[in-house]
């Protein structure tokens, strides 16, 4: 009896032995998958270009004592390299990467723009229609405002208000945000002037709100989010965490925290976040006519003219410039704690993305020496 017990006792503790070897193998086969993929992948774009690039980064940060940066390259109309340099907080030293969420700022007017285009495609929307047409929210003034007036600043809406650059009030929908500016008088007559201003694409986001039936945030969401691939892009909610996203900074004789800023006030116009990943992948489906039609992009890209005929070089939501033959269509987004640029040669489907969590950071100064690297370079 005491012999078939012990037999029965050798057995337990054999297959609990052998159990456990079973299990750390499989932790040591698991850990060793995960450490064998690479945390930054080149994607295409050849190391011996990145080598020229990153100290021209490296350089750029030094100067402007920007404590992180971010880029994503776009060649042949695919996300080819990505990276994050720099710390998203000093505070706690958390590292940039690729998919660090910054304030995208005024790149968001592109993406509404681009929402307010797709809904005059499906004739839902027109373009010279008063704007009290899809938005009676928002009273009639002394002359007609239309949207394409709103999308290329020839509307007169006043730009933001003293403070509102850095309100820490919280705005619950895009009609509520038309109370900071309703029922302000217009700078000019529609068409008669280029005047810059954020609150009219606020006023452009209630208008696809109208013509749409949906808030304006469900509509990129499933119109322009989804079908780009742009899964980390959002309202810039100060209530919401959002993984990896940035803490901003600005240099006043030395490097400190941004004010605070809720970007409710205007998230059609300058209130969401994203990543450099997600705006090349923005830029992506512009050039490859997944999000608006070729013709379409035409038209966003036309320089449009005052009534006396004077141009500007703000289409629908896009600045353009014709250099050496070639289309350059770009946006860039300046708000507290955060500069951003977007630059496409759509000839060449080509992109460049930058974010930076340094205020007045000219990161679109790094694009002309990039763009020959990646370019012209062999």
Request: net charge neutral.
């Amino acid at each position: 009896m005491d012999k078939i017990m012990r037999h029965k006792l050798i057995l337990i503790l054999l297959c609990f032995t052998i159990s456990d070897l079973s299990l750390a193998q499989s932790r040591e086969q698991q850990g060793t998958t995960q450490t064998s993929q690479p945390v930054q992948s080149t994607r295409g774009l050849p190391a011996s270009k990145v080598e020229k690039i990153e100290p021209l980064i490296s350089a750029w940060m030094t100067q402007h004592k920007a404590p992180a940066l971010s880029v994503a390259i776009v060649t042949d109309n695919q996300l080819r390299w990505s990276k994050g340099y720099g710390v998203i907080d000093l505070e706690n030293s958390v590292p940039a990467n690729a998919d660090t969420a910054y304030r995208l700022a005024s790149i968001s007017k592109s993406i509404t723009a681009t929402a307010v285009m797709q809904l005059v495609e499906k004739g839902k929307l027109d373009l010279d229609a008063p704007i009290q047409k899809y938005c009676p929210a928002f009273p009639e003034k002394q002359w007609k405002i239309t949207p394409r007036q709103l999308m290329t600043h020839f509307a007169g809406i006043r730009h933001n208000g003293l403070g509102e650059s850095t309100s820490a009030k919280h705005y619950n929908s895009t009609t509520e945000s038309l109370n900071s500016f309703k029922d302000d008088p217009l700078l000019h007559e529609p068409d008669t002037k280029y005047s810059y201003s954020t609150p009219g694409y606020t006023l452009l986001g209630c208008a696809i709100e109208g013509a749409s039936g949906m808030a304006y945030l469900d509509y990129v969401r499933e119109n322009i989010f989804k079908p780009a691939g742009m899964n980390r892009t959002q309202a810039d909610d100060v209530y919401t965490i959002i993984p990896n996203r940035a803490r901003g900074y600005r240099n006043i004789r030395e490097v400190q925290n941004a004010p605070l800023h809720d970007t409710s006030i205007k998230i059609p116009g300058g209130g969401l976040v994203s990543t450099v990943e997600d705006l090349a992948r923005f830029a992506v489906a512009i050039q490859n006519g997944s999000l608006v039609k070729k013709e379409t992009l035409e038209q966003m890209w036309i320089h449009p003219r005052t009534r006396d005929g004077k141009e500007s070089n703000y289409g629908f939501g896009w600045l353009t410039e014709e250099r050496d033959g070639q289309k350059r269509v770009f946006n860039d987004g300046s708000q507290a704690g955060t500069r951003t640029y977007l630059f496409l040669l759509p000839k060449e489907q080509f992109a460049i993305a930058l974010m930076t969590n340094m205020e007045r950071a000219w990161c679109e100064e790094l694009v002309p020496k990039i763009v020959d690297i990646v370019l012209r370079e062999k």
